[in-house]
């Protein structure tokens, strides 16, 4: 069975960071894309980013510049730094992995998904 844990969210005001891990179980790492997506309030789920296994990285244009995407292929974890939160960020973020090596900008990509994490940004 394949757990994927997020920590790291929270409550920030406009203009701050917040650092968002995912941890998977062992062998849910190996060599796939790892993504993180997000779902605000009464909004589809969308990609925010992802990163292959040897550190290709997509992000969406909105986070450009802002989120980093990285992994820790040893540690089976894959965080999300976010710097430069606006209001328009909150949501719950998800982490997922990715059913292919590549790293894929739909849901329909990944095929294990954590619990979620909040992200409140505030003006």
């Not at 406009?14 to 993180?36: I, K, N, Q, V, Y």
């Amino acid at each position: 069975q394949v757990q994927l844990v997020e920590s790291g969210g929270g409550l920030v005001q406009a203009g701050d960071s917040l650092r968002l891990s995912c941890a998977a179980s062992g062998r849910a790492f190996g060599t796939h894309a790892m993504g993180w997506f997000r779902q605000a309030s009464g909004k589809e789920r969308e990609f925010v980013a992802a990163i292959s296994w040897i550190g290709r990285t997509r992000y969406t244009g909105s986070v450009k510049g802002r989120f980093t995407i990285s992994r820790d292929n040893a540690k089976s974890t894959v965080y999300l730094q976010m710097d430069s939160l606006t209001p328009e960020d909150t949501a719950v973020y998800y982490c997922a992995r990715g059913s292919e090596p590549q790293v894929g900008n739909t849901t329909t990509e990944y095929d294990s998904w954590g619990q979620g994490t909040q992200v409140t940004v505030s003006s």
